[in-house]
């Protein structure tokens, strides 16, 4: 059946087979690429073996609103010097169906991810493509989360509180605050003029 809201973490499973509904597509020369279920790290992994022509894609379920314009994708990845192409699909069968959309440069470390999906669309399918960066590369994929983009802003966070270090030289300055509900993540902006970020312009600290 069509999903509307779903998330999926992938630690229910025992064995390297995608959970129901997902799938994939693999094309290659090389003998062992992949698109499957860690067992022991409970994640996916998407690794194209010593062909970089490979065609590795994970294939989401399918999406009832995923052409409204209404929804977006979170998701964590990670791959060391790896590219992660988010795109969309008529056919989760088809690789020749899948529209790229955004290529994400990744890292060693597991980080989150959202795509806005804004522009209505035809497509029913997300997938996730290997960017084919270099031989024997794994990305890994964790948390994947389908729900409705915010259509309001999420609450401030309260209490704001800033310690400064009355000591010379680079000691430590402490923020503090009390969380929002409904918010997803915090950013920090930091300028040496009022409007101006550029000392640090938008880091995500949790």
């Known amino acids: 059946d069509p999903i509307d809201n779903y998330f999926e973490n992938f630690t229910t499973y025992n064995s390297?087979?995608?959970?129901n509904c997902w799938s994939k597509i693999i094309s290659s020369t090389a003998e062992y690429p992949r698109v499957q279920v860690n067992t022991f790290r409970k994640d996916v992994e998407l690794h194209n073996s010593t062909d970089t022509n490979t065609t590795a894609i994970l294939v989401s379920p399918l999406l009832s609103n995923l052409g409204n314009a209404t929804h977006r994708v979170k998701f964590k990845a990670r791959g060391e010097n790896e590219r992660l192409i988010i795109g969309i699909m008529t056919d989760k069968d088809e690789a020749s169906t899948f529209v790229p959309l955004?290529?994400?440069e990744l890292s060693d470390s597991m980080t989150e991810y959202t795509y806005n999906f804004t522009t209505p669309n035809n497509s029913k399918f997300i997938?996730?493509?290997?960017?084919?960066n270099r031989e024997e590369s794994t990305i890994v994929i964790d948390d994947f989360y389908w729900g409705q983009?915010?259509?309001?802003?999420?609450l401030c966070v309260e209490e704001l509180v800033i310690e400064t270090n009355d000591l010379c030289g680079n000691s430590p300055t402490k923020l503090?605050?009390?969380n929002a509900s409904d918010?997803?993540?915090y950013k920090i902006f930091?300028?040496?003029?009022?409007?101006t970020y550029n000392i640090i312009n938008g880091n995500n600290i949790g």
């Open 149 to 154: 983009i915010p259509t309001s802003l999420p």
């Open 190 to 195: 930091i300028g040496s003029q009022p409007g």
């Open 16 to 19: 390297q087979y995608l959970p």
């Open 183 to 185: 918010s997803d993540s």
């Open 127 to 132: 997938g996730f493509k290997h960017g084919n």
């Open 176 to 178: 503090s605050w009390i």
């Open 102 to 104: 955004q290529t994400i």
